[in-house]
């Protein structure tokens, strides 16, 4: 069993900065991939970015490539995404998610689920 805890949300002006924090507890949480998803009202979950185990492998949706990064840091347990020059249409509850397999990162391949935390973008 594995648990995620999000952290890192909130309200902030076009063009601003967040980093989010997912801290993972549990039986070897390092084992895990983990990703970052995002659900807006009205809307479907979708992948944000995903970060393999060991941190040597990325990806991210188009929609946010240059502007966020995903990094980990092992020794921690937490996986973090840095959100910069945030847009309107990133606002969104955003969730961290882990998964032990090798797949895409849609949210159909991760298993443990934290609770999400609310990102708004808003003047």
């Known amino acids: 069993q594995l648990q995620l805890v999000e952290s890192g949300g909130g309200l902030v002006q076009p063009g601003g900065s967040l980093r989010l924090s997912c801290a993972a507890s549990?039986?070897?949480?390092?084992?895990?991939?983990i990703g970052w998803f995002r659900q807006a009202p009205g809307k479907e979950r979708e992948g944000v970015s995903c970060?393999?185990?060991?941190?040597?492998?990325?990806n991210y949706a188009d929609s946010v490539k240059g502007r966020f990064t995903i990094s980990r840091d092992n020794a921690k347990n937490t996986v973090y995404l840095q959100m910069n020059s945030l847009k309107p249409e990133d606002t969104a509850v955003y969730y961290c998610?882990?998964?032990?397999?090798?797949?895409?990162?849609?949210?159909?391949?991760?298993?443990?689920w934290g609770q999400g935390t609310q990102v708004t973008v808003s003047s």
């Open positions: 549990g039986f070897a949480p390092n084992y895990y991939a």
């Open positions: 998610a882990a998964t032990i397999i090798t797949g895409e990162c849609v949210p159909e391949t991760y298993k443990y």
């Open positions: 970060i393999s185990s060991s941190g040597g492998s990325t």
